[in-house]
């Protein structure tokens, strides 16, 4: 990697993160202009530069690029990459895992790269600067600060090791051209950023009674989950324990989360996600929602939070806005725009047009439909007595994803538009929040980290009242695969169950391989090659302008 190719930067370019009040979520009135001498002076200037590395996480999905979580969805055997006939099949090359599909997108994560590598060099900037702040003795806050840059950097490290294995590794802000690290020294950093986030985020930095205030801050109890997840993560892909993390200290970071966390499940499970719960509630010339949703939404007037609080299921928000632009402003929720179907607007359903991805493979639908989660993971276009454009559609299936699905009310007129949010763009102004770890999660690595039942249990009976599992790995996996679906894990777990993806490619493979879709209006079947996937190993292409660029000191995974 040629950090001066990639355009890395010491200016904190700060996009607000709303951590203040529920009223000021996406308050974008505090940007600076800063520099390396200035930027990390005293305690005020390090809260800034930290919000900058607060906002070089989030570009990496709200700016351009497939986006961790979107490839997720792509990649794993719940949904297809679809999108429109005539598109570019770029994304179905991920789906696939076959580049002969679209042989010139050697350069699909280019984008993805850069912005990791970004946001890695500010979190970079500011850890190497900690001796240099003057903290007033602050000992408190210069813990916490300093906690939640190396735990975003875990993050950004662990998110580019799980798509790519072995990358460049970079600890200090540097325009060296380095080669791959092996994934296991990345581990190293990943495992240390997180027990060095756990020990300084104070407990109380970000109490759960001020969720409202709070949301989107990375906390001790965030890290420790988080700490878990890479865990669990290494130890079944690469299927060996890593020195930097123990089972024990995985134990017992989950376990803490559990013990002292506070947080607590949804009631209902479809109020975790606002396309799940809303209706539309106009009236004349004015729109309004009628809505259960426990998290941050906008009422016509003013920015809700839950109704009342935000969720306690919440243990980590990657936070979104509506000012995004086209001016370098990128701060709003670009992924929920590839999930609208095409052309068309699900007026009875709420669900805006978008760019048709994610189809729903037939075989998630045929092993959910029944389970009581299934309409709040998954909309029905027939059941919504919705008319698709399937003449420009590419892998219609009849079912779309529905988290986080672009919204619009009855009328058709989009939430943007109706409520005049921002730019009104339906690419770049929806706001919705994308959790990256809730408590649910955290209840299942729980079972399965100490080998009980009791989280698998309190995590199914909320749909499933009275009803008991016994302890099995088999009943987590199943567990997890609906009561995650479509929320960017499930992929991931794929991979981690064997090693190197074994299982993944398998699963991947029953589901795809042979299933009927539509593409333009003709009934197709799909395929798939499980040696397609497994000669690289779940892992994502390099993108070939950082090997040109690097002199060919970076190196292509194995099968591209």
């Given at each position: 990697?040629?950090?001066?190719?990639?355009?890395?930067?010491?200016?904190?370019?700060?996009?607000?993160?709303?951590?203040?009040?529920?009223?000021?979520?996406?308050?974008?009135?505090?940007?600076?202009?800063?520099?390396?001498?200035?930027?990390?002076?005293?305690?005020?200037?390090?809260?800034?530069?930290?919000?900058?590395?607060?906002?070089?996480?989030?570009?990496?999905?709200?700016?351009?690029?497939?986006?961790?979580?979107?490839?997720?969805?792509?990649?794993?055997?719940?949904?297809?990459?679809?999108?429109?006939?005539?598109?570019?099949?770029?994304?179905?090359?991920?789906?696939?895992?076959?580049?002969?599909?679209?042989?010139?997108?050697?350069?699909?994560?280019?984008?993805?790269?850069?912005?990791?590598?970004?946001?890695?060099?500010?979190?970079?900037?500011?850890?190497?600067?900690?001796?240099?702040?003057?903290?007033?003795?602050?000992?408190?806050?210069?813990?916490?600060?300093?906690?939640?840059?190396?735990?975003?950097?875990?993050?950004?490290?662990?998110?580019?090791?799980?798509?790519?294995?072995?990358?460049?590794?970079?600890?200090?802000?540097?325009?060296?051209?380095?080669?791959?690290?092996?994934?296991?020294?990345?581990?190293?950093?990943?495992?240390?950023?997180?027990?060095?986030?756990?020990?300084?985020?104070?407990?109380?930095?970000?109490?759960?009674?001020?969720?409202?205030?709070?949301?989107?801050?990375?906390?001790?109890?965030?890290?420790?989950?988080?700490?878990?997840?890479?865990?669990?993560?290494?130890?079944?892909?690469?299927?060996?324990?890593?020195?930097?993390?123990?089972?024990?200290?995985?134990?017992?970071?989950?376990?803490?989360?559990?013990?002292?966390?506070?947080?607590?499940?949804?009631?209902?499970?479809?109020?975790?996600?606002?396309?799940?719960?809303?209706?539309?509630?106009?009236?004349?010339?004015?729109?309004?929602?009628?809505?259960?949703?426990?998290?941050?939404?906008?009422?016509?007037?003013?920015?809700?939070?839950?109704?009342?609080?935000?969720?306690?299921?919440?243990?980590?928000?990657?936070?979104?806005?509506?000012?995004?632009?086209?001016?370098?402003?990128?701060?709003?929720?670009?992924?929920?725009?590839?999930?609208?179907?095409?052309?068309?607007?699900?007026?009875?359903?709420?669900?805006?047009?978008?760019?048709?991805?994610?189809?729903?493979?037939?075989?998630?639908?045929?092993?959910?439909?029944?389970?009581?989660?299934?309409?709040?993971?998954?909309?029905?276009?027939?059941?919504?007595?919705?008319?698709?454009?399937?003449?420009?559609?590419?892998?219609?299936?009849?079912?779309?994803?529905?988290?986080?699905?672009?919204?619009?009310?009855?009328?058709?007129?989009?939430?943007?538009?109706?409520?005049?949010?921002?730019?009104?763009?339906?690419?770049?102004?929806?706001?919705?929040?994308?959790?990256?770890?809730?408590?649910?999660?955290?209840?299942?690595?729980?079972?399965?980290?100490?080998?009980?039942?009791?989280?698998?249990?309190?995590?199914?009976?909320?749909?499933?009242?009275?009803?008991?599992?016994?302890?099995?790995?088999?009943?987590?996996?199943?567990?997890?695969?609906?009561?995650?679906?479509?929320?960017?894990?499930?992929?991931?777990?794929?991979?981690?169950?064997?090693?190197?993806?074994?299982?993944?490619?398998?699963?991947?493979?029953?589901?795809?391989?042979?299933?009927?879709?539509?593409?333009?209006?003709?009934?197709?079947?799909?395929?798939?090659?499980?040696?397609?996937?497994?000669?690289?190993?779940?892992?994502?292409?390099?993108?070939?302008?950082?090997?040109?660029?690097s002199g060919n000191v970076l190196t292509q995974n194995a099968g591209w």
């Amino acid at each position: 990697m040629n950090t001066k190719h990639i355009l890395l930067t010491s200016a904190l370019v700060v996009s607000a993160l709303a951590f203040t009040s529920c009223e000021d979520f996406f308050d974008t009135s505090s940007k600076k202009d800063l520099n390396t001498e200035t930027a990390y002076s005293n305690l005020e200037s390090a809260e800034m530069a930290l919000v900058g590395c607060y906002d070089g996480w989030q570009r990496t999905i709200s700016d351009a690029g497939v986006g961790m979580y979107l490839l997720a969805e792509f990649a794993s055997e719940q949904a297809f990459a679809g999108l429109g006939l005539s598109d570019a099949k770029n994304n179905n090359v991920v789906d696939q895992f076959n580049l002969g599909i679209a042989p010139s997108y050697n350069d699909i994560f280019n984008v993805d790269w850069q912005n990791y590598y970004k946001a890695i060099f500010r979190c970079n900037q500011l850890i190497v600067q900690e001796e240099n702040i003057d903290w007033a003795g602050d000992t408190k806050a210069q813990g916490r600060v300093m906690g939640e840059a190396h735990a975003l950097r875990g993050i950004l490290y662990f998110d580019l090791v799980r798509m790519f294995g072995d990358v460049p590794l970079l600890t200090v802000p540097s325009e060296e051209n380095v080669p791959r690290s092996p994934a296991s020294d990345v581990y190293k950093v990943i495992f240390e950023d997180f027990k060095y986030a756990i020990e300084h985020i104070p407990a109380d930095a970000y109490l759960l009674d001020n969720r409202n205030t709070n949301d989107g801050r990375i906390t001790k109890y965030a890290a420790e989950a988080l700490m878990a997840r890479a865990y669990l993560y290494y130890t079944g892909y690469y299927g060996a324990e890593h020195p930097s993390c123990t089972k024990a200290e995985a134990v017992a970071a989950i376990n803490d989360v559990v013990q002292h966390g506070g947080y607590e499940l949804e009631k209902n499970y479809a109020d975790f996600w606002m396309p799940s719960c809303t209706t539309d509630a106009s009236s004349g010339d004015t729109y309004a929602w009628n809505t259960t949703y426990a998290g941050k939404w906008y009422d016509g007037s003013a920015w809700q939070a839950g109704q009342g609080k935000l969720s306690a299921e919440i243990v980590l928000n990657l936070k979104m806005n509506t000012t995004h632009d086209y001016n370098g402003n990128g701060d709003g929720n670009a992924f929920s725009v590839y999930l609208g179907p095409r052309n068309r607007s699900a007026t009875s359903v709420c669900i805006a047009s978008g760019w048709g991805a994610c189809p729903v493979t037939p075989a998630f639908v045929e092993q959910y439909k029944n389970d009581p989660r299934f309409n709040a993971c998954v909309w029905s276009c027939s059941e919504a007595g919705f008319n698709a454009d399937i003449t420009d559609s590419y892998e219609y299936t009849g079912y779309y994803t529905r988290k986080y699905a672009p919204m619009c009310f009855a009328d058709g007129t989009r939430q943007e538009v109706g409520f005049k949010l921002g730019e009104q763009h339906q690419n770049i102004t929806y706001y919705q929040d994308y959790t990256i770890m809730r408590y649910a999660d955290v209840l299942l690595m729980h079972s399965e980290l100490n080998g009980n039942a009791d989280g698998l249990n309190q995590v199914h009976q909320r749909v499933y009242p009275g009803e008991t599992l016994a302890y099995s790995i088999e009943n987590i996996r199943k567990e997890r695969a609906i009561e995650l679906a479509f929320e960017g894990v499930h992929y991931w777990d794929l991979m981690r169950y064997e090693k190197e993806g074994a299982y993944a490619a398998r699963v991947i493979a029953a589901a795809q391989n042979g299933a009927k879709v539509m593409n333009g209006g003709n009934e197709e079947t799909t395929s798939f090659s499980e040696s397609n996937f497994t000669s690289k190993k779940g892992l994502m292409q390099i993108p070939n302008t950082q090997i040109t660029l690097s002199g060919n000191v970076l190196t292509q995974n194995a099968g591209w």
